[in-house]
Nanobody
Framework: VQLQASGGGLVQAGGSLRLSCAAS????????MGWYRQAPGKQPEMVAAFARGGDPTYADSVKGRFTISRDNAKNMVYLQMNNLKPEDTGAHYC?????????WGQGTLVTVSS
């Protein structure tokens, strides 16, 4: 499975970005799909994800600001990020877990200026 992330960029605090992840196979067939991010000098953290047929899960720091969605017909997963904060800065990665396999896309950089 290949994951292709896009949509990062530079935005001012309070702004919005929409990340997209294109999966090479049906996103519905993958167990868990979501987004991770890694800030400079920090460990990766889960931002948002949902299991097949399940409700989305969000990191506490993004609840109410970010929305994850999927379009199974297009094999796409999206992350709408609103009211961005400087602490949201980092490389954002599309991630899929279909035990025992785990897949990562390349990072797309989000930079939020204050």
């Amino acid at each position: 499975v290949q994951l292709q992330a896009s949509g990062g960029g530079l935005v001012q605090a309070g702004g919005s970005l929409r990340l997209s992840c294109a999966a090479s196979e049906s996103s519905f067939s993958l167990g868990i799909m979501g987004w991770y991010r890694q800030a400079p000098g920090k460990q990766p953290e889960m931002v948002a994800a949902f299991a097949r047929g399940g409700d989305p899960t969000y990191a506490d720091s993004v609840k109410g600001r970010f929305t994850i969605s999927r379009d199974n017909a297009k094999n796409m997963v999206y992350l709408q990020m609103n009211n961005l904060k400087p602490e949201d800065t980092g490389a954002h990665y599309c991630h899929a877990l279909d035990l025992p396999y785990e897949y990562w896309g390349q990072g797309t950089l989000v930079t939020v200026s204050s």
